[in-house]
């Protein structure tokens, strides 16, 4: 019974890591691409800056956008870098691109 069980884990986290995104799919966004125009820029947690960094992005990054709009005020877009890093970035330092 334990090896059932050890192999069903086994199976299901390999199913799993199988279904994780490259990072070429990661930026096909229906929604379109920024490319950072800062140095570095903060991809944080959510979308005030006193939230936690996530991952830094570089100058010249392509980011694709998560969803249509950005938020309520547009400072904040949601967007996810080529690692898959899902957060938000300030607005005022992204270029619209091509994905």
Do not use: H
């Not at 884990?9 to 199913?15: D, E, K």
């Not at 229906?30 to 936690?52: D, F, H, M, P, Q």
């Not at 956008?65 to 877009?77: E, I």
């Amino acid at each position: 019974m334990k090896n059932i069980v050890s192999l069903t884990i086994a199976t299901i986290l390999v199913a799993g890591l199988a279904s994780l995104p490259s990072p070429a799919e990661a930026l096909s966004s229906r929604y379109g691409c920024y490319e950072v125009t800062a140095g570095n820029l903060n991809i944080r947690a959510k979308a005030w800056s006193s939230s936690s960094v996530l991952a830094v992005a570089r100058k010249g990054e392509k980011l694709a956008k998560r969803r249509r709009f950005c938020a309520l005020r547009g400072y904040w877009c949601p967007v996810t870098n080529e690692d898959g890093v899902q957060g938000w970035a300030a607005k005022a330092f992204l270029k619209r691109t091509a994905c």
